[in-house]
């Protein structure tokens, strides 16, 4: 947040492992990600334009996924919100995030909205990939 009055707009509240890890097209997307949500919740989630309290918790997910919580502190999603309808950043969102193998799920109650964003296992940019090995010549006639 480069404008100083955008970033006294916000309180964080962090909680990261250093067994979150992403790659570069993952950062790319999730640098692209975290804007729009925080974009979002400048929009919406207080009316008053008091402070905003987002949450950002990452951590070890199932299969050696990562998984991205992000809560915000507003209002929450309407209750007649249909994504599909009034909600194109959230669908852009989806999107770029589908593009890398990842998914999202959203959530919104009185207290704010939820993104849980779970993002496929990296692979290691040292692993040590090995062919199957093939015996062209034996057997073949």
């Not at 993952?26 to 919406?44: D, G, K, M, P, R």
């Not at 905003?52 to 997910?61: L, Q, T």
């Not at 199957?132 to 006639?141: D, M, R, Y």
Request: with cysteine.
């Amino acid at each position: 947040l480069v404008n100083t009055a955008l970033r006294d707009r916000f309180s964080f509240s962090l909680k990261l492992c250093s067994a979150c890890i992403v790659d570069s097209k993952q950062a790319s997307t999730l640098a692209f990600v975290v804007s729009e949500i925080l974009i979002n919740a400048l929009q919406y989630a207080d009316p008053t334009d008091g402070r905003i309290a987002i949450k950002i918790a990452c951590s070890p997910g199932r299969d050696g996924k990562t998984t991205l919580d992000i809560c915000d502190d507003g209002v929450g999603l309407p209750r007649d919100f249909e994504e599909w309808i009034d909600a194109m950043g959230i669908m852009v969102i989806r999107f770029r995030l589908q593009k890398i193998g990842a998914s999202m799920d959203l959530g919104s109650d009185d207290l704010g909205v939820s993104y849980r964003i779970e993002f496929p296992p990296t692979v290691s940019q040292n692993a040590n990939f090995q062919a199957p090995l093939s015996n062209f010549g034996a057997g073949v006639h």
